[in-house]
């Protein structure tokens, strides 16, 4: 039997990601970072529902949206539109989103049958799959996710950390030969400017010390902990939030009520968040479910202590060290130890040099080009209609 044809020098690849945004999260800033990358070698066509990014060498398709809502029903219209406008002429399709095609997928979030059924027996577990019966939205997130994991020719299926890696397995074990872990990476700062001029450019304090926090879901991240946290603080530490989160509004009544109006600064989206890593002293992100945390490495590339949850919490964690290149929180809930971890980094500048420098080194480990070059083996492989090993 003769081997498969090699793949051409340069592919022509189809990238669905409903939002393409760097506004929209980590995954669709995942998505935008490797798609750059790989725009200079190959010929890359994005297929968006929502798109606000621009840049040379890529073609991008908008694909319609009648109806936002309910969004489950979006995401099979979605799915359907787009594996119609590429069934022909692309060498490889890869999908950011929940969909029955695409050579190569990508897996950002914690698999829907695990949040659903891991680690459930008996009467708990009927009484799940009776949910799943009695609800439409249920049956078509969870048959779009098997069909991801499906055994296919060629298939390869990214995870953005281990840890979802292990959860994926647990829940499609026939699909671990296909799966492999691409971690997010990030592009190292040049020469930026000085911490007064950023914070000047944001209007924010010059005085004092900015604790940073960037999420587009508050409540999952750990805000309510974090802003019970700062209470604790020296009256000069500030709390500055960046992203979009629907909850703003209540989040602001929250800081009001515990007499922080004053000290805690919402800047809401930000297309570049470059100025608010350049003008912080430390990142907090005390979250409570993380598949990986992007926000945690673009704030070590920036030179940032890092105040983080664990690895049973954020994936990231499990490749840090506690006290070497982060401050890591057994119970992100437990407002208490966040306020003494947070208060040992403002406090200690010796331990905050030591986070600092040994973050940015970990951050030059992990670059977009690495995560790119990754992406174009398993391209490669997939196109050429690899069978996975047994």
């Known amino acids: 039997m003769s081997e498969p044809e090699a793949a051409p020098a340069r592919l022509r690849v189809a990238v669905l990601n409903r939002v393409f945004s760097p ?7 995942y998505s935008i970072r490797v798609v750059e990358q790989l725009a200079a070698r190959h010929e890359i066509h994005v297929f968006a529902q929502h798109i606000d990014h621009e840049w040379p060498g890529v073609t991008y398709h908008r694909v319609p949206r009648p109806m936002a809502k309910p969004r489950w ?113 990030v ?16 209007g924010l304090p010059e005085a004092g010390a900015l604790l940073l926090f960037v999420a ?37 009544e929250r800081a009001r009520t515990l007499g922080l109006a004053l000290r805690v600064h919402f800047l809401g989206a930000m297309k570049d968040v470059g100025p608010a890593y350049r003008a912080a002293t430390a990142l907090a992100h005390p979250t409570l479910d993380d598949t990986f945390a992007m926000v945690v490495l673009e704030a070590m590339a920036h030179g940032l202590p890092v105040v983080v949850s664990g690895p049973a919490h954020c994936g990231i964690s499990a490749l840090l060290e506690d006290g070497v290149n982060a401050l890591l929180l057994d119970d992100p809930r437990d407002e208490g130890q966040l306020a003494g971890a947070l208060s040992r980094v403002l406090g ?43």
């Not at 027996?121 to 009776?130: D, E, I, K, N, P």
């Not at 940015?360 to 083996?377: G, I, V």
């Open 23 to 29: 506004t929209g999260g980590g995954a669709e800033s």
């Open 73 to 185: 029903i979006n995401q099979l219209w979605y799915a359907a539109w787009t594996w119609w406008a590429t069934r022909r002429g692309f060498d490889v399709v890869h999908s950011h989103e929940n969909s029955w095609h695409g050579g190569v997928q990508t897996i950002h979030v914690k698999p829907v049958r695990s949040n659903l059924l891991a680690g459930r027996s008996g009467g708990a577990l009927a009484a799940r799959w009776l949910k799943i019966a009695l609800s439409p939205r249920l049956i078509a997130n969870l048959r779009l996710e098997s069909a991801r994991f499906a055994a296919k020719r060629g298939r390869r299926i990214a995870l953005a950390s281990e840890t979802l890696r292990r959860q994926a397995v647990e829940v499609y074990p026939q699909a671990a030969p296909m799966m492999s872990v691409i971690t997010p990476g």
């Open 187 to 202: 592009n190292l700062p040049a020469d930026t400017p000085s911490r007064a001029e950023a914070r000047r450019s944001l």
């Open 216 to 252: 587009n879901d508050y409540a999952r991240k750990g805000l309510d902990a974090l802003l019970a946290a700062v209470v604790r603080l020296p009256v000069d530490a500030h709390l500055v939030v960046v992203g979009n989160a629907a909850d703003r509004l209540r989040y602001e």
């Open 348 to 390: 200690d500048a010796a331990l905050a040099e030591l986070l600092s420098a040994n973050g940015r080194l970990f951050a030059e480990q992990h670059t977009w080009e690495e995560a790119a070059r990754r992406y174009e083996e398993l391209y490669r492989l997939a196109c050429r209609g690899a069978t996975p090993p047994a």
